[in-house]
């Protein structure tokens, strides 16, 4: 199990443990577990489907049309969705668990572009185009995924057309936040694009009003390859921002202690 351990000094607790299983990279594809017990679905409900199509639930025809099509699996830590390549026949998403986007650097390694936590989309777009996936995708903890084939999912949009006009806005989104990662990678500094990632998941801190908290999601080492820095880099601007006064590192917690400063770092060219 790997720890962060990126506490200033003065930072008080004690680190906590990793949210995330440390993994070993596999190229296998995980075989089906034993079958849920009666009444139990791996698919969405309309809630989780609303969220999956940008906005409120879906109405009871349109989650259960959904649901009719789809194809759900369970997949073990460590296990490979789909390699990078593969042919993609539907659009596939994460329903519940964590699933990293990246590339097998070696059997031993994997290098995290993005990661997904369900529900949330793992690819829109190659089962649309009928083209291979871009990138591996790896199961980070237990995990159900499920694909909308393209041509019955093609039908339900035609009686729905509301749902194709919510899919078509999800899209837009993704593509806006691609444009976004894509310019700070090219044009922000190594501390602009960390303030950036961590502001962009703050979350109010309901224990002390005016501040902010932040759960980070998997291994510094994953974080790092993210932001395109090494995992010793990610560590040394932690501290740096630590000293600044602008938030505390407690084992995967980050307490950020002035958002409006890291906000004004995020936002620096």
Not at 176 to 196: C, F, I, S, W
Request: with cysteine.
């Amino acid at each position: 199990m790997e720890h962060l351990n990126l506490s200033h000094p003065s930072a008080g607790p004690m680190p906590e443990r990793a949210p995330l299983t440390r993994l070993r990279a596999s190229s296998r594809v995980a075989a089906a577990p034993a079958p849920l017990g009666p009444g139990v679905s791996l698919l969405p409900d309309a809630r989780q489907w609303g969220t999956l199509f940008g906005g409120a639930a879906l109405g009871s025809p349109e989650a259960a049309a959904l649901n009719e099509i789809a194809r759900a699996r369970r997949v073990a830590p460590g296990a490979l969705v789909h390699g990078q390549g593969d042919a993609a026949a539907g659009l596939l998403l994460v329903v519940d668990g964590d699933v990293a986007l990246g590339v097998r650097a070696d059997e031993a390694g994997f290098r995290t572009e993005r990661h997904m936590h369900g529900p949330a989309w793992l690819d829109l777009s190659a089962g649309w185009l009928a083209e291979p996936h871009a990138l591996d995708a790896r199961a980070m903890t237990s995990a159900t995924i499920a694909e909308l084939p393209r041509e019955p999912l093609g039908q339900v949009l035609d009686r729905y057309p509301m749902l194709a006009r919510r899919l078509i806005t999800t899209l837009a989104r993704e593509i806006r936040a691609l444009a976004v990662n894509t310019h700070e990678l090219m044009h922000k500094d190594a501390p602009g694009r960390l303030a950036a990632w961590l502001h962009q998941r703050c979350q109010a801190d309901p224990a002390l009003p005016g501040r902010a908290v932040v759960q980070l999601p998997m291994r510094k080492r994953d974080i790092a390859s993210q932001l395109a820095i090494t995992p010793e880099t990610l560590s040394r601007l932690m501290r740096s921002f630590a000293s600044q006064g602008v938030l505390q590192v407690a084992g995967y917690t980050v307490h950020v202690l002035d958002p409006a400063a890291l906000e004004r770092l995020a936002l620096a060219d």
